[in-house]
């Protein structure tokens, strides 16, 4: 049976502790299935995300997966966020697959710093906005740093040099990624949904829309594949649940939490 007290938890910390680090308590208790932690994240009936319903492979559907996905990769990698660039990079290579094997095409992402520097504000606003709804104080050295960053941001889209070369934004990262050299399994499709659903369900608890969005199209794309490839199998499903969410709650935590620490040093 589970056991609260293996992680030193007891109702005095659990009132103790605000905001981010209560909701971080909590996810480390919920991901081991202590009722009263997922009870207290509102995580005791989780709702399964929505798959777009795409129903051919088309060009412009290829196009919208590879522009979202690259400019999440991108905005990913610079902010150190490594959940969001994995997301985006399995989305492209779904994409990339698809595109190279059904519509013969090799289609380049369009985007630029602009559309980056924007997807990143989102990104900072989505997660101001969380903090102060689990209570994380406004003026709060994390919050704090949040919105100097997303100020800087705001900067270089402006045009200030000074502040793209502060976010080490003077050059744009690669977006090659490892192709998909053969038709995946049914298994595989499978687990690329399923994982994508858990970030999924994750990412709306926590309000951040673009992580949402490239693991909602993740989803999409691997139906797609299951059903063109595998059309006598069982269709892709998956539910998550609340100790899934916690799981992925809990590494989401870190990397918020690794990234506002690097902000700080530098």
């Known amino acids: ?7 030193g938890y007891s109702k005095e910390m659990d009132a103790k502790l605000n905001g981010m680090d209560r909701v971080k308590h909590l996810a480390q208790l919920g991901m081991w299935g202590d009722e009263d932690a997922l009870k207290k994240l509102l995580l005791e009936n989780v709702e399964s995300a929505k798959v777009p319903e795409i ?9 919208t997966c590879l522009n979202v996905g690259g400019k999440a990769f991108v905005a990913g990698v610079k902010m ?34 602009d559309n980056v520097l924007i997807k990143m504000s989102h990104v900072c606003k989505d997660t101001v906005n969380w903090c102060k ?6 003026d709060g050295k994390f919050v704090r740093n949040l919105k100097w960053y997303a100020e800087k941001l705001a900067d270089a889209q402006n045009g200030d040099h000074e502040n793209l070369k502060l ?6 990262p ?9 038709v995946p399994s049914h298994m595989s499709l499978q687990l690329d ?3 994508a659903n858990k970030i999924t369900t994750t990412a709306i608890y926590m309000q951040n829309t673009t992580l949402r969005t490239v693991n909602q199209l993740t989803m999409a794309m691997a139906t797609l594949m299951a059903r063109k490839y595998y059309p006598e199998k069982k269709a892709l499903s ?6 899934d969410v916690c799981q992925s709650l809990n590494s989401e935590l870190n990397e918020l939490t690794l990234w506002m620490d690097f902000i700080e040093e530098n």
């Not at 976010?167 to 744009?172: C, I, V």
């Not at 690669?174 to 053969?182: A, C, D, T, V």
């Open 80 to 113: 150190g966020l490594n959940c969001l660039e994995n997301s985006a990079k399995n989305l492209m290579a779904l994409a990339q697959f698809l595109e190279k094997d059904q519509l013969k095409t090799a289609i380049k992402p369009q985007i630029d710093k």
């Open 174 to 182: 690669s977006l090659k990624i490892k192709p998909i050299e053969r």
């Open 1 to 7: 049976m589970f056991s609260p007290w293996l992680f």
């Open 193 to 195: 949904y399923s994982r």
């Open 238 to 243: 998956s539910k998550p649940d609340g100790q």
């Open 133 to 138: 709804k689990i209570g994380k104080e406004n």
């Open 55 to 63: 129903k051919e492979i088309q060009r412009s559907v290829i196009t």
């Open 167 to 172: 976010l080490d934004f003077e050059q744009m």
